[in-house]
Each structure stands twice: as C-alpha cells, then as structure tokens.
Nanobody, 123 residues
C-alpha cells in the first residue's frame, strides 16, 4: 500500500520557523515529483512547492518565495519543507503529494496524498 506520512506541524509564533517532513512507502520514491499543498479554513487547497525527481529543480508559489525551501532525500524516501519567517496567513493544513506528471501545479495531477499536518502561526 502506498502511504505518505507528514510530520513536523505545530504552533509557532510569527517570524518563527518549522520544518515539515513527509516519508513515503509503497512506491519508488525517486520516480515521483513531490509537492506540498495547503488548505486554510474555508479556503481551497492550493499549491505551495514542488521538487523534481533528483531535487535539481524546484518551484514555489509567489507568497512563499524566499521564505520556504523544499528539498528531498531519496535515500530516506523523504521530502521536506523548511518554513522560515512564518506569517499568520501561512496557517493551514499542509499536505504532501506525489505525481509522475511534470509541469503542473494542480492538485488533480497528483496521485497520492498524505493525511496532512496542521501548522498554526500566531501573531
């Protein structure tokens, strides 16, 4: 069975940092592009960041550029999202996802999803 399990969420103050992790099992990890999405209360799920098979290429939504960094360690079957300078508007449930399709930031292109981890940023 394919499983993506996120961890690292929590409550932090504005300006703080947090690192999310997502560990995959049941798939050939290096064969998938990995992405992070988030959903704030009452809002649609939106793209945050993605990373190519080997980590040579990354993509970010404009609101997190310069603050968030996505990375992966294929030997550990894990993708990370380092979040710095957090703002209250970053508060959301964060999901990791896997796809073999490139060039799209749409959630419908992703085949597998984790259960999500809550990130809350207080002002």
């Amino acid at each position: 069975q394919v499983q993506l399990v996120e961890s690292g969420g929590g409550l932090v103050q504005a300006g703080g940092s947090l690192r999310l992790s997502c560990t995959a099992s049941g798939l050939t990890f290096s064969g998938y592009i990995m992405g992070w999405f988030r959903r704030a209360p009452g809002k649609e799920r939106v793209f945050v960041a993605s990373i190519s098979y080997t980590g040579s290429s990354t993509s970010y939504t404009d609101s997190v550029k310069g603050r968030f960094t996505i990375s992966r360690d294929n030997a550990k079957n894990t993708v990370y999202l380092r979040m710095n300078s957090l703002k209250p508007e970053d508060t959301a449930v964060y999901y990791c996802a896997a796809t073999r399709s490139s060039g799209s930031h749409q959630g419908s292109e992703y085949d597998y999803w984790g259960q999500g981890t809550q990130v809350t940023v207080s002002s």
